[in-house]
């Protein structure tokens, strides 16, 4: 079954509002990565985190790892259009990465 | 950079019609996998592989099967097409086992009728 949960599954911002994506494990992960969809896309790399506590900054991107590493966070400040996507997290659990249901990203100008 | 390229970007099949997906990569990674991607669902492993000729069951490998004979090269496999198959299929390539990131291709996406 499904091991990594994201919440929430739509979110609809004004423009230059933020906007922070979940996920949630209920088991201790190895390490998890972050992908964003295009609308008509695919999935694309953004991150991978793998410490306890960690947190990396790409621009506006903020991304965390919880300190006992089952859950992690993507903050995205004064969003903008060309933030319009799915995000999504990837959990590894043992030898498999688990990937969450999605967050998907409106931004209206 | 990386190219995954998956045969067709949308099919039509009919019920009990089998049904190949093909996936090549150019990038010579070791491991390539198979998801669905499904509204509310996010993406699931059907099947991957981390070498030629090997391949392991994912989350949801009923109604599918794999082939890997090159290295390249990850075919997807409905033997006997379903409506619950309909689907966007994506396949994804990583250099090797558990590490880096995944690089997935266009996706196909598969309506059975």
């Known amino acids: 079954g499904q091991q990594v949960m994201q919440i929430p599954q739509y979110q609809h911002v004004q423009e230059g509002e933020d906007f922070t994506t979940y996920c949630n494990s209920s088991t201790t992960l190895s390490n998890i990565q972050w992908y964003k969809q295009r609308p008509g896309g695919h999935p694309v790399f953004l991150i991978q985190l793998v410490k306890s506590g960690e947190v990396k900054k790409q621009k506006r991107l903020t991304f965390q790892f919880g300190e006992a590493k089952k859950n992690s966070s993507l903050h995205i400040t004064a969003t903008q259009t060309t933030d319009v996507g799915t995000y999504f997290c990837?959990?590894?659990?043992?030898?498999?990465?688990?990937f969450g249901t999605g967050t998907s990203l409106t931004v209206i100008p | 950079d990386v190219k995954v390229t998956q045969s067709s970007r949308y099919l039509v099949k009919r019920t009990g019609e089998k049904v190949f997906l093909e996936c090549v990569q150019d990038m010579d990674h070791e491991n390539m996998f198979w998801y669905r991607q499904d509204p509310g669902l996010g993406l699931r492993l059907i099947y991957f592989s981390y070498d030629v000729k090997m391949k392991e069951k994912g989350d949801i490998p009923e109604g599918y099967s794999v082939s890997r004979e090159k290295k390249e090269r990850f075919s997807l496999i409905l033997e006997s097409a379903s409506t619950n198959q309909t689907s966007m299929y994506l396949c994804?390539?990583?250099?090797?086992?558990?590490?880096?990131?995944?690089?997935f291709g266009e996706g196909s996406r598969l309506t059975v009728l």
């Open positions: 990837a959990g590894r659990v043992g030898n498999q990465f688990y």
């Open positions: 994804a390539s990583r250099r090797a086992q558990n590490t880096g990131e995944l690089f």
